[in-house]
């Protein structure tokens, strides 16, 4: 086996010495990873994402944000938000979008899933006697075919659909999760979805923005801002929450914000 | 030579009658409960109440919201779930595990037949519902009232009296969530009573150092609720 800073590059035998990213390179790589490049198009839907660090220097937050197409026709979504920030936090968002997207992709519903995460989180925490893993999460499935929105919120506030009609909020429809091993505390709902509407979810980061009054933003402006853009793509939608929020807080963001909005495409929805 | 009286370790069971207690084992399942394991879901059955021996478990309330924040804490002073008392057949609210250990589990069958044939045990779950009521109306006092660090002082001392050591597993997320604060306010309350000298904290363990400290640290409610608790554990108080 070759030295792993030796690369043998094809059509010549010369082992050469290759610039070798740093280490902090190469665990950041790795982490945003985590996070995940932008999705934009997938087969009926316009996916936007967007992200703002509440600090100036480079810092994994706790707000994950993560669509998955798997099986046929069926999409996951997830947002959530986990207590802490840093290497910890990343880790954490990995396990709990990988471990959704396992739980999807195996078929368990969206009530299946968060239960299932639940339980992780707590096992892992207790197996590994390391911190304690909390997080606020909105995890929903898609299914293209029924052209339905299953979910679960758990403790995970300001998520809509738009209609044309107006608006739904999709409140919360159990406790946070990792706070105690209690299936019965977790329920699902379900909802319609037609052409042209549209769902967007935010973190707290955003509700909890406050002005120079200490006034909080609350969930209520995501429908006003996503109506204003309606003509837009879903990731200049995404954008505007996000910048509406810092517009509003200035410099007293405290928190990073996580913007995730589907426009169930008109054009080539199932 | 009489028998020796039996004693689980739970407090409130450990202050009945002689009479009482000479059947109470026969009564009692041990369980070893782990922190976060549920024992009572809020509309759910009562099927059991819970006497903690070392564990500590706390109340809950859920708000539409999601947000979760604990109403109780319950420890070798007292039991769950308390509406058993009231002859209800559901649980009122959430119980969970927050502190590892054990737990003395009676039937709920079992409890009601002691509420209607023992006069000791049910004028003691009386009096013990009656401290939890005071609790629960001292802790709404405190919540509105009394600042991070109180509220953290009284927290800690309140659990290092009912897993009955100094040292315990407690998150500053999870005290965050309990108190309804958010974590970076209970950072800053944990630092200051550590330099105070009342406690060390580190990796999610928090260590007593100086008891006195921390009283004094911690707001007039834990007084009050302690007090409240050790009066229900004599008879006729």
Redesign the interface.
């Given at each position: 086996m070759l030295p792993p800073r030796i690369r043998v590059e094809a059509g010549n035998s010369d082992a050469r010495y290759s610039p070798e990213p740093s280490l902090e390179t190469e665990m950041r790589r790795i982490v945003e990873s985590i996070y995940g490049p932008p999705v934009r198009r997938l087969p009926g839907l316009d996916v936007g994402r967007a992200y703002w660090g509440a600090t100036k220097e480079f810092r994994y937050g706790g707000d994950m944000v993560d669509v998955f197409q798997y099986g046929s026709g069926h999409t996951s979504l997830a947002v959530v938000d986990i207590?802490?920030h840093g290497i910890r936090a990343a880790r954490h968002a990995a396990l709990a979008k990988y471990a959704l997207r396992a739980y999807a992709s195996r078929g368990l519903d969206a009530l299946a899933s968060i239960r299932a995460l639940n339980r992780l989180c707590?096992e892992n925490s207790?197996f590994e006697n390391e911190?304690?893993f909390?997080a606020?999460a909105f995890f929903a499935i898609l299914d293209a075919r029924r052209q339905t929105m299953q979910y679960v919120?758990?403790?995970?506030?300001a998520a809509y659909v738009i209609t044309p009609v107006g608006p739904r909020m999709l409140?919360?429809?159990?406790?946070?999760v990792?706070?105690?091993?209690?299936d019965?505390?977790f329920s699902q709902e379900t909802v319609q979805l037609d052409r042209g509407d549209i769902f967007a979810a935010v973190t707290d980061g955003f509700t909890e923005a406050r002005d120079a009054g200490q006034i909080f933003l609350g969930p209520e402006p995501l429908v006003d801002i996503i109506e204003q853009h309606r003509a837009f793509e879903a990731e200049q939608q995404a954008e505007a929450v996000t910048r509406y929020a810092r517009d509003y807080a200035g410099e007293r963001l405290q928190d990073d914000i996580a913007a995730l909005v589907v426009k169930i495409d008109a054009k080539t929805a199932a | 030579m009489s028998a020796a009286l039996y004693s689980c370790g739970n407090r409130l069971l450990d202050a009945l009658p002689a009479v009482d207690l000479s059947s109470l084992e026969a009564d009692l399942t041990i369980i070893d409960l782990?922190?976060?394991?549920?024992t009572h879901?809020?509309?759910?059955a009562i099927k059991h109440v819970d006497f903690p021996i070392d564990a500590v478990l706390s109340v809950?309330a859920?708000?539409?919201?999601?947000?979760?924040i604990e109403v109780g804490t319950v420890g070798s002073e007292s039991f769950v779930e308390s509406d058993a008392v009231l002859n209800s057949a559901l649980s009122s609210r959430?119980a969970?595990c927050q502190v590892d250990g054990r737990v003395g589990r009676m039937s709920i069958e079992r409890f009601e037949e002691r509420m209607a044939t023992s006069v000791a045990f049910a004028r003691f779950m009386r009096q013990n519902l009656r401290a939890t009521l005071f609790s629960a109306q001292q802790f709404t006092v405190c919540n509105l009232k009394h600042p991070a660090l109180q509220r953290c002082a009284r927290f800690l001392a309140m659990t290092a009296d009912r897993v009955g050591r100094p040292q315990f597993a407690l998150?500053h997320?999870?005290l965050a969530?309990m108190l309804g604060l958010q974590?970076a306010g209970v950072s800053e309350a944990a630092d200051a009573l550590e330099k105070m000298g009342a406690i060390s904290y580190h990796?999610?363990v928090v260590t007593i150092v100086d008891r006195g400290i921390l009283e004094r640290a911690a707001c007039e409610c834990y007084r009050a609720c302690r007090d409240s608790f050790a009066a229900s554990l004599i008879l006729g108080a």
């Open positions: 207590s802490g707590i207790t911190y304690e909390f606020t919120s758990a403790g995970h506030e409140g919360a429809t159990g406790p946070i990792g706070l105690m091993d209690d019965d505390a | 782990k922190a976060h394991q549920s879901s809020v509309g759910g809950v859920t708000l539409k919201s999601g947000d979760t959430t969970f998150s997320e999870f969530i974590p990796r999610s």
